[in-house]
């Protein structure tokens, strides 16, 4: 009998190529005003004028050369200054005002970009949230699955082929602007324990029920469960014409939303994964409310009639929240969010990630977001990124400097990627965010470096993000299918 081997992946290594010559737009910029300034005063005033401006040109080589945390520091200057502008104005420290909040039905009251997002609820009592600016409508679902590293190796191997069959079905559709997996650990008051127990259990049993009820009181409230979402963003621009079919406005989209949401929901099921239901209203809020104060789980679980935390969607921000250049602190935790910068370029099993997904001890949320591409657009930015190879290879070559193997492997992942998009897969770029939370600055310190550990172990390249934790923490631990700049590279499923 054959034993069955266990499926490998392996991720192709994350460009760093520049627009021209390595550099990126903001060094090309500084470079040639700097160059058109050197000639203007050549020209003008000669070599002695040229040598008075030393300073300035000692200034631009550093601020082009000189590289912080993979970055240079002139692309480190638009974070800087938009965070200290942030600070000037005040915009780094939101607090809540319930007496002055607008009445506005539905409104999340959520701080920064997020400002605008109303929770919106069709006739068949489906909530979803809506982005007036963006134009999106993002329904979430709380989703289990039995221990992936319990499995056998077969059915590991199944349920990742079909989760990759889920996700190309998906870029498929084309009005689905972003799917996201949220997998998060919260603490836990042992109300839901506890109800079970009362529901179902004999605290009247001679020995055995002394013995429970010491261990649910005991162990109920030590307890860290873990919650995972699927947030499913319909874009209502590319769904407009699906949207009139369906009678127009957010009822027509609420209709299109449901038949997207059942075909997902059928897809997970062949991946392993349960949809146990779509969120309501007030589950929303509570999961929003829960990120930014995680103590307040405990008091909403223990107020729903159902055990689920519930809230008032006009409760779902927090009462306050401070943005530092490395943290964000809000009502009862400090949160850090770090973006993955490279995913294992080595052949790997597919549970990988399970050593950082369960560090001992910490507080975290983990982030998958997949924002479908266009297979058109997705040949072209495959040609560019081939045409740019060639390019560099062949300056480099008439320069007579040596070639880069990077540039081969580069070449090779794009070229992977090519042949696997004219096969007929879909596209899909891939970002992934972890934010750890703690109650205080040290734990969160003491936190941040066994997960740093972890990652290393799990052999991902996790970066810190610097000012612009704000932003990060509401990509990352919300689960709203938000995407922003950093979300370019494509990843083929």
Not at 66 to 71: H, T, Y
């Amino acid at each position: 009998m054959s034993s069955v081997l266990p499926l490998t992946v392996k991720f192709p290594a994350r460009s760093r190529r520049g627009i021209l010559l390595g550099l990126t737009l903001a060094q090309l910029a500084l470079v040639s005003t700097a160059l058109v300034l050197l000639l203007a005063t050549v020209m003008t005033t000669g070599l002695l004028g040229a040598l008075a401006l030393a300073p300035l040109w000692i200034t631009t080589a550093l601020l082009v050369g000189v590289r912080r945390e993979g970055r240079s520091l002139i692309d480190w200057a638009p974070l800087v200054l938009a965070y200290g502008q942030r600070r000037r104005t005040g915009q780094t420290a939101w607090r809540a005002r319930p007496v002055s909040r607008p009445k506005v039905e539905g409104l999340l009251h959520l701080p920064g970009t997020t400002a605008s997002l109303r929770v919106a609820t069709a006739a068949s009592g489906a909530a979803a949230i809506h982005d007036p600016h963006r134009q999106t409508l993002t329904a979430v679902a709380r989703v289990s699955s039995r221990a992936f590293a319990l499995l056998d190796t077969p059915t590991q191997s199944a349920n990742v082929t079909a989760w990759g069959r889920a996700l190309a079905g998906i870029a498929r559709t084309g009005h689905v602007a972003t799917v996201q997996v949220l997998e998060r650990t919260v603490p836990d008051s042992g109300d839901s324990l506890a109800r079970h127990w009362a529901e179902h259990g004999d605290p009247q049993a001679p020995v055995a029920g002394q013995i429970y009820s010491a261990l649910v009181d005991s162990a109920g409230p030590a307890a860290a469960p873990h919650e995972a979402y699927l947030a499913i963003s319909l874009d209502l621009r590319t769904a407009k014409r699906l949207i009139s079919q369906a009678g127009g406005g957010l009822p027509g989209s609420f209709g299109v939303m449901e038949q997207t949401t059942a075909s997902i929901a059928q897809a997970a099921r062949t991946a392993g994964l349960t949809v146990t239901g779509w969120l309501g209203a007030r589950e929303i809020a509570a999961v929003l409310r829960t990120a930014y104060d995680p103590a307040a789980t405990a008091r909403l679980q223990q107020w729903s009639s159902t055990g689920r935390a519930e809230a008032d969607p006009a409760a779902a921000g927090p009462v306050a929240q401070i943005e530092k250049s490395d943290r964000v602190i809000t009502d009862s935790a400090r949160h850090a969010t770090y973006w993955i910068e490279n995913w294992p370029r080595t052949q790997t099993t597919a549970g990988f990630l399970h050593g950082l997904m369960f560090s001992s001890g910490v507080r975290r949320a983990l982030s998958l977001i997949y924002a479908p591409q266009g297979i058109d657009s997705a040949l072209r930015d495959v040609q560019r990124r081939k045409a740019a190879i060639i390019s560099d290879a062949s300056e480099r070559q008439r320069r007579g400097q040596v070639d880069s193997e990077a540039d081969s492997v580069e070449y090779a992942d794009a070229k992977i990627r090519e042949k696997q998009l004219i096969s007929g897969h879909a596209d899909v770029a891939l970002t992934g965010l972890l934010t750890v939370s703690a109650d205080t600055d040290q734990a969160l310190d003491a936190a941040c470096a066994q997960i740093e550990t972890a990652a290393a172990g799990a052999q991902v390249d996790l970066r810190r993000l610097k000012f612009q934790q704000a932003e990060a923490f509401t990509l990352a631990a919300l689960p709203l299918a938000r995407t922003d700049a950093q979300t370019k590279r494509g990843l083929t499923a």
